[in-house]
Each structure stands twice: as C-alpha cells, then as structure tokens.
C-alpha cells in the first residue's frame, strides 16, 4: 500500500469531491480516478459511494480513514526523528494526558526542558489513560501522564503520589456548595456523574462500600469538562478530581472535597527498551531529574 495513495484518499475524504481532491493535489481527476479505484481492488472492497453532487465514505472507507491518519502521523514521526542534526536538539516530543492536577507538575518539567532545548516542539494531547496507553504502543505517543490505577506493564515511570483530591462538582448556588466538604450520604439521592474507566470506577465503589449499588448514576464520562458542562447545566454531580476544572470560573461551577478524604496519584510513563530520538531522551532525562530531585 502506497502512502502517496493513502493521502490521494484522505484527500477524497475531506472534499468529498474527487475533481476538488485533484485541484489540490495538483493532478489531473482521472489519473487520482485510476489510483484509488486500484486502492479498492487492492483492498478488495469499496471505498466510497459516488453520490450525483458528493463523494461519502462506506464503513469500509471510515476504518480506512482512521487508519490512514495513523500511517501518516507515524511517517512524519519518524521523518522528524531523523532530521535532527547530531549537534541540535529539535524535533517534537509528544504527550498524552488527561485532565487532572499533576498537568501542573508536568508543566513545571516541560518549562525547564523548553528553557535548554527551545528548538524542540511539545504536543500535548488530550485524552483517557486507554487511549493514551494504545498510542504509546503505536508509537504515535512519547509521554504517558496517567491517573492510578493503571497498567504499567513494559513502562519505566516516575510516580507523584497523592497530586489530586477527588471531590464533587455543583453549581454555586446548590444547598450543597455551603458544606465543608461532602460525604456519601449527601450524595446517595442526587443524579451521579462518573469516570468511565471501570478501574477508577472501583476506587470509586470502594469508597462508598456497600452503598454503591444504592447511586443514581446519570452520566458517565471520559473527561471532566464535559462532566463540567452538564453540572454547571444543573444535570447533575460530577465525583471526580480536582484535575482542570479547578481552572474554571466558579460562577459557573464550584468543587467540594469529599470526605472521608480521598486522594490518588499519577505516574509519567515512557516506554520500556525503545529507541527513543534524542530530543525524546533528554525530555525523559528531565523527568528523572525531576523525579531525583523529589526523593
């Protein structure tokens, strides 16, 4: 499979016009015609369906498209990684991470490594710990910042214990916002917001015991700012942590810790055993820098 071909039908895919795709690939529509019909038959299915006004994808051409990106951002990688010239650190280190308070932490690292080697660029990519993890494994991830309990299995990390408190979200004029903190009797007949991570959902049950089965659990989530929107909309109580939404105007949303306190730590994770480019090895010789200077 060509990926010159590759970015012809991801082309296709954003036009949804096979004469716009050639204009902007520079080519003329039958010969960009002939290579993605060649791309079916490779693939032994069809791709598209030619509509009289507009090009969709089929189920098959959706999976295609996904996987496509994936090949091309991988192939950029691995380009980027070897332009760096022995003598200059630059390139791109990527970093995946959820919403939650040791971000600042990470914020603290990626700042002094920035001040030593400002020609490199940071990505910072937003997303759950299994979704962080799977493109670790793809190697379209460098950095892995994850909220415990999770798999470390064929990671070397640091750990920063206890960085984030869970609590619970409401709006400010709610009876609840002029308690101290909140317990789970406070919570055990309103509308739940919860992770979607089954194991941090476990951290969760264990908390409230035997009365977990007794919740009302009305949404659950992958990430606290949209749990944020629907609480702010009166829709219900985020638990969750502290993490991003602490950044918000609390004339929109306020957060009380729950009690019995409960606190988690997170871990930054690389790879075990890769072969990392240079400017990736010295953003992990940062974070065991900064990890020395916790001890």
């Known amino acids: 499979m060509d990926i010159r071909v590759l970015r012809y039908f991801l082309a296709v895919a954003k036009e949804q016009s096979f004469t716009k795709a050639a204009e902007m690939l520079h080519i003329t529509q039958p010969t960009l015609s002939r290579q993605l019909a060649a791309l079916e038959e490779e693939l032994g ?4 369906v030619r ?3 507009s090009i969709t994808l089929t189920s098959e051409g959706v999976l295609l498209k996904r996987r496509a990106l994936e090949i091309i951002e991988l192939e950029e990688k691995t380009l980027e990684e070897f332009r760096s010239e022995d003598n200059l650190i630059e390139g791109k280190v990527t970093i995946g991470c959820g919403e939650f308070s040791a971000v600042e932490v990470l914020a603290d690292i990626c700042g002094k490594f920035r001040e030593k080697y ?17 493109r670790m494994s793809q190697g379209l991830i460098d950095i892995g910042l994850f909220l415990e309990p999770v798999n470390t299995e064929g990671l070397d990390y640091i750990r920063l214990n206890d960085t984030d408190y869970w ?20 919570l055990l007949n309103l509308p739940i917001m919860l992770p979607e991570r089954a194991n941090v959902q476990s951290e969760i049950a264990n908390w409230f015991g035997k009365d977990f089965e007794k919740l009302n659990i009305a949404f659950v989530t992958n990430l606290g700012t949209n749990a944020g929107v629907m609480a702010s909309n009166g829709l219900g109580y985020p638990l969750s942590i502290e993490g991003a939404v602490k950044y918000w105007s609390q004339d929109f949303l306020i957060q009380k810790r729950i009690y019995p306190e409960l606190k988690t730590s997170t871990v930054i994770a690389w790879r075990r055993n890769i072969p990392y480019p240079k400017a990736v090895q010295k953003f992990i010789e940062e974070i065991n820098f900064f990890g020395g200077n916790r001890l």
């Open 45 to 48: 299915t069809s791709l598209f």
């Open 118 to 134: 400002p020609m490199v660029q940071i990505g910072i990519h937003t997303a759950t710990a299994d979704v962080v993890y799977d």
């Open 51 to 53: 509509g009289s006004r």
């Open 167 to 186: 609590v619970v979200g409401m709006k400010p004029d709610d009876p609840l916002a002029d308690k101290e903190y909140i317990t789970k009797e406070d």
